[in-house]
Nanobody
Framework: QVQVVESGGGLGQAGGSLRLSCAAS????????MGWYRQAPGKERELVAN???????NYLDSVKGRFTISRDIVKNTAYLQMNSLKPEDTAVYYC?????????????????WGQGTQVTVSS
């Protein structure tokens, strides 16, 4: 089994900063991509940022220059540094891991999600 756990959400002020952390644990062989998604009330879940093993990144246009994703490959963790926060960044943020797990002496690729952490930005 694999667990993905986020932490670090909470209340921030417009123009301020928050840092989210994500840790994956379990029978992990390797993680291909870790990413952050968010879902605001009444909206679809969207990709905020992700990073693959080669450290290539993708960012949502609206967060470019404000948010930075990073990973610790050895510790199976990912972080999202959010600066210059805006009220429209308010959402539940989910960590996602595209990874290979060890099962019965074999490996299998799965997509695993955390439970989400609330980020609320006040104006």
């Amino acid at each position: 089994q694999v667990q993905v756990v986020e932490s670090g959400g909470g209340l921030g002020q417009a123009g301020g900063s928050l840092r989210l952390s994500c840790a994956a644990s379990g029978n992990i062989y390797t993680i291909e991509t870790m990413g952050w998604y968010r879902q605001a009330p009444g909206k679809e879940r969207e990709l905020v940022a992700n990073m693959n093993r080669a450290a290539n990144t993708n960012y949502l246009d609206s967060v470019k220059g404000r948010f930075t994703i990073s990973r610790d490959i050895v510790k199976n963790t990912a972080y999202l540094q959010m600066n210059s926060l805006k009220p429209e960044d308010t959402a539940v943020y989910y960590c996602n891991a595209d990874l290979w797990v060890i099962e019965n002496a074999d490996v299998r690729r799965i997509d695993s999600w955390g439970q989400g952490t609330q980020v609320t930005v006040s104006s």
